[in-house]
């Protein structure tokens, strides 16, 4: 499965930007999907995550201002970014697990895509 991520720019605070990421395979569909972030000298971070029906579950950091939301139909997975803050900045990967479920360790997943950089100014 090979994930292209798109969607990425430079906003100010207080805007909104819209990731997509698309998969190569129909396995998409019944597997679970995943946003992560990681900013320069930091960990990769769980951002939210999507089971194959569409059960989700956000990052404290970003619940209530964040929504994922993926269609099986076109293997694609958005993630809508809202009342974005400096603190956002980062490259967001997607990525794939093997299972309809899955959580926050990078290590669930199997495939990623090549990562998307987010710039929010102040």
């Known amino acids: 499965v090979q994930l292209q991520a798109s969607g990425g720019g430079l906003v100010q605070a207080g805007g909104s930007l819209r990731l997509s990421c698309t998969a190569s395979a129909r396995t998409f569909s019944n597997n679970a999907v995943g946003w992560f972030r990681q900013a320069p000298g930091k960990e990769r971070e769980f951002v939210a995550v999507?089971?194959?029906?569409?059960?989700?579950t956000y990052a404290d950091s970003v619940k209530g201002r964040f929504t994922i939301s993926r269609d099986n139909a076109k293997n694609t997975v958005y993630l809508q970014m809202d009342t974005l803050n400096p603190e956002d900045t980062a490259v967001y990967y997607c990525?794939?697990?093997?299972?309809?479920?899955?959580?926050?360790?990078?290590?669930?997943?199997?495939?990623w895509g090549q990562g998307t950089q987010v710039t929010v100014s102040s």
């Open positions: 999507a089971s194959w029906k569409g059960d989700t």
């Open positions: 990525a794939c697990a093997i299972g309809p479920y899955s959580g926050s360790r990078p290590g669930s997943y199997r495939y």
